[in-house]
């Protein structure tokens, strides 16, 4: 996975799916597609995290002196018409200080992000199914 090539599997990892009754490539279609401002939670968990003026929407990543972070998202077949979303988010600290002080943040931020990731898969599966029944 291209994930690979950025960070290792063997750090903090958190990983998300949705079983969609479509078509990989219609599912990956729905998922790089999927506008997160539908969501009243979402917009709410990313105004509250700064990450999200009203209005607009934005992709953050992670890469400072203390840790590198790397999401992504795919879509696999599971037969003809039926494909499996997933989303996997991966950290890594510099150091063990860097990893104590992540660790605390993230017991905080975790489940709004996952929240978040969740949500935004259900999106993607929606609009995935309407798409193939409007085929």
Known sequence: MLI?????????????????????????EAIRRVDL???RAIRLLLMVRGLLRPGSARSVTIDDALRRAAVTFRAEPRGP????????????C??????RKFVRYWRIVGPGSALIRRRMLALARDDAVREEALR
């Open 94 to 99: 510099t150091d063990e200080a860097a990893r």
């Open 37 to 39: 401002g539908r969501s």
């Open 81 to 92: 018409r039926e494909s499996l979303a997933l989303t996997e988010t991966r950290v890594t």
């Open 4 to 28: 690979d090539e950025f960070l290792p599997p063997d750090e903090m990892v958190s990983r998300h799916h949705a079983i969609v009754r479509a078509p990989a490539a219609r599912t990956y």
